[in-house]
């Protein structure tokens, strides 16, 4: 709760005042988050190319910022550039790793998986949240897809030791229970109504739009939690890092953030707009 009293402030600053800041702090969220992964994953024998997955990781997030894509319009399509970049990765990796070739085959196409997989898991679906600030009303649909994450984290966590008895994924995270995550539907829905009062923050959605996004939101950022507990549950360890005073590391922050952003991105692009 201490973290969380001078880190909520911050990132609130941050998404108000929006660009270049709110893009220079995912960037470098994104390249902690993703340097986690990779240290993780090095614990086995296949190890990633852990820097080149930090440059393209932060190159896919900067790619979303507005003011990069409107200066780079007049060169060439910008809708092309995530493809671009995803093509790169790809096969740049795998030509990195040809000097590696004496190793045993499968040690060198793991080492590429595991490169790609963090490229795209905390780089390409972390970018998401940038393309949503640079939207019409970004910056409230931001702080939508996030407090409603929180609250959903929370509600759930709280309800979950007070009322969980039924086991929702044991085999992936025994901690988890079905009471824990309907409290946090509950939650996401109580704080996603609030953005249809008239403040600052007042989005554009019906009471039907409100309680329909929260669910969304809630149900992807817990299936979220549960895909890094199963990736943490694999690596054989209970926190990606300890950079988080209560929290953890910074991969044990975006789990529930990264799936809710990219509900909340198409809901606008496809609905809202």
Known sequence: MLTALWGLPLLAIIIWFGEPWFTIF????AALAVFEFYRLVANT????????????TVFFIVSRNPEVISTLEPYFDTSLLPPLLLASAVTLSLILLLPYARQKQETVFARWAWTIGGIIYVGWLLSYLVALRGLEDGRNWVFFALLVTFASDSAAFFTGKALGKHKLAPSISPGKTWEGAIGGIIGAIIISLLFILPTPLNLPLSWGQAILLGLLVSIFGQLGDL???LFKRKMGVKD????IPGHGGVLDRIDSVVLAGIVVYYYVIWVAM
């Open 240 to 243: 990606s890092g300890n950079l």
């Open 45 to 56: 024998r296949a190890k990633p190319l852990t820097y080149f997955g930090l440059a393209w």
């Open 227 to 229: 895909i890094e507990s």
């Open 26 to 29: 995912i960037a470098i969220w």
